[in-house]
């Protein structure tokens, strides 16, 4: 073989490895920023669930504080 051809050949291979090794890397790079965002999401789930229960105790305090104005109001007339 002619030495130009070697050496292409070794170039190619020496760049298809390099482009390899950085798409791995790439790969692990995005799934571990797609775990952290999962782990984000539930954390998000988890505080949701938490304001949903403190928004219904509101709700209800503010619907009993309604019928006892109401229910004063309807007293006094």
Excluded: F, N, P, Y
């Amino acid at each position: 073989m002619d030495m130009g051809v070697v050496s292409s050949l070794v170039g190619t291979v020496a760049v298809g490895a390099a482009l390899a090794t950085l798409i791995v890397r790439l790969i692990r790079g995005i799934e571990k920023q797609i775990d952290t965002l999962r782990d984000d999401v539930r954390e998000l789930r988890q505080e949701k669930a938490g304001l949903r229960d403190r928004v219904s105790r509101i709700e209800g305090l503010l619907e009993g504080l309604r019928e006892a104005i109401a229910g004063r109001h309807a007293a006094a007339d």
